[in-house]
């Protein structure tokens, strides 16, 4: 069975600075998604960024990007210019393609220093 | 708005009571997936539903079950509570199908019900 692991349970990081959250995982499978979802104090689930495994090719939304290294099974997500709004609880998702359930790592909870 | 709704957003009630959280899926949305977010457990996912019918069951008691409607509306009902099963349940939909490299996957999540058993 699939597994996903968040060894940092509290980060922090200054405003408009960079902070690194850890990931890894653990599969038999060769073809999955990986994503990390963002929730804020409201609780909403917010998707930030996802990544095939397929693509070696990082993938990047605006100030988020993810280190995928698919051999160390590690995907770690990457926030620079840090803001304010950043501050939430980041979950780290796998989900075997083609669909399917979204397992989940314990979390990482961001506060932002201003 | 992830343009998938919830209802209700807050539900309290005793032990032992039966509530129904309902989820209507963003239009086009064929599937549907239930998660249960516990202080204890985390996130974990209870059941999948594709255009009506029962695709997957994960650590979902024998007290809950769900269906979803022809109009993909879905319910989840909680029979027997404990008061471990106070948490907070999501409702996420995707369209569901595949197409390509599966692009049309990703999950879209609701606001959420939070229940409390007292």
């Known amino acids: 069975a699939q597994t996903v692991t968040q060894s940092q349970p509290e980060m922090s990081v200054q405003e408009a600075e960079t902070v690194t959250l850890s990931c890894t995982y653990d599969?038999?499978?060769?073809?999955?998604?990986l994503f990390w979802y963002k929730q804020p104090p409201s609780r909403q689930m917010i998707l930030v960024i996802r990544?095939?495994?397929?693509?070696?090719q990082n993938a990047t939304e605006n100030r988020f990007s993810v280190n995928f290294q698919k051999a160390a099974k590690s995907f770690s997500l990457k926030i620079s210019d840090s803001q304010l709004g950043d501050a939430a609880m980041y979950f780290c998702?796998?989900?075997?393609?083609?669909?399917?359930?979204?397992?989940f790592g314990q979390g990482t909870e961001l506060s932002v220093k201003p | 708005d992830s343009g998938v709704t919830q209802t209700p957003k807050h539900l309290i009630t005793a032990t032992g009571q039966r509530v129904t959280l309902r989820c209507s899926p963003r239009?086009?949305?064929?599937?549907v997936y239930w998660y249960q977010q516990s202080l204890d457990q985390g996130l974990q996912f209870l059941i999948h539903?594709?255009?009506?019918?029962?695709?997957a069951k994960g650590n979902i008691l024998e007290r809950f079950s769900a269906q979803q409607f022809p109009d993909l509306h879905s319910e989840l009902n909680l029979s027997s509570l404990e008061l471990g099963d106070s948490a907070l349940y999501f409702c996420?939909?995707?369209?569901?199908?595949?197409?390509?490299?599966?692009?049309?996957?990703?999950?879209?999540f609701g606001p959420g019900t939070r229940l409390t058993v007292l």
């Open positions: 996420a939909s995707s369209v569901g199908r595949t197409s390509g490299r599966h692009l049309y996957n990703e999950q879209f």
């Open positions: 599969t038999s499978e060769s073809d999955y998604y």
């Open positions: 990544q095939e495994a397929y693509k070696q």
């Open positions: 998702a796998y989900r075997s393609a083609p669909g399917g359930k979204l397992i």
């Open positions: 239009s086009g949305d064929l599937s």
């Open positions: 539903y594709y255009n009506g019918e029962e695709r």
